[in-house]
């Protein structure tokens, strides 16, 4: 998106990565409850994403 702002392209970043730990953490607290290899995945995917989520945001500052 070329002509979008600058503060309005850091918002929905932000709006985004939010929304994408918020199911990440929703997706490990709901396997959580019922033991099983199914649920095991979910919760390994789960926390994979938040540290791709964890990974994007620390790339800004190296």
């Known amino acids: 998106m070329p ?3 600058e503060s309005t392209r ?4 932000v709006a985004v990565r939010t929304l994408v730990a918020a199911a990440c953490v929703t997706l490990v607290v709901t396997a959580r409850t019922t033991v099983g290899w199914g649920n095991l995945l979910v919760m390994l ?3 994979a994403g938040l540290l791709a989520l964890l990974a994007s945001y620390n ?3 190296r």
Request: glycine residues 0%; hydrophobic residues 60%; positive net charge.
């Open 3 to 5: 002509n979008m702002k």
């Open 10 to 13: 850091t918002a929905l970043l």
């Open 45 to 47: 995917a789960a926390l």
């Open 59 to 61: 790339r800004r500052f």
